[in-house]
């Protein structure tokens, strides 16, 4: 399974095209409510999520994305249960992807330490240790990291990637005409 955990104010491109293409691709995928089912995007576009936190199972679970936005990623940042699935995945050897200014959380968290990441400008400050490289996606190791709504696309077909394979990443990448 893999989990998009959306809280108030997240961003909303990062998180949906997400979805949207990991289901296309038919891989296993819930939205995660933090603080409830219906969760209010940045831009005031309300979502309901497929479950709340408190439903989350560490069973099956092969990755965790956490979409940016403000006040979305502090918001994100605050419950324990999105920090405590972020460890257990990647304990359990599975992938987190995070976008925009979500990959500050996993820079708090110090699991960036050494790693190549990206993250949007304002927050090249918040991923100590890390080498910025300043792509549209950074995969190093079991993390993925995005660098803001502008790249939700390759993001998502990254993931795609990961979860399903190369060649539906492309087949997606084609149909939808991107370069």
Known sequence: MTYVFLANGFEEMEALITVDLL???????QT?????????????????ADITEDEVSLEGLKMVVLPGGLPGTPNLEQSQIVKNTVTACLE????????????????HMGLLKGKRATVSDGFKGEIPGA????????LDGQIVTGRGPMASVDFALKL??????KETAERLRNLMQCQ
Do not use: F, W
């Open 23 to 29: 289901r296309r691709a038919n891989v296993p995928v």
């Open 92 to 107: 359990k050897g599975g992938y987190v992807a995070a976008i925009c200014a979500a990959p500050s959380i996993l820079g």
């Open 131 to 138: 080498e910025y490289t300043g792509e549209l996606v950074t």
């Open 32 to 48: 995660v409510g933090v603080g409830g089912k219906q969760i209010m995007g940045s831009h005031q576009i309300p979502v309901i």
């Open 160 to 165: 795609v990637d990961l979860l399903a394979d």
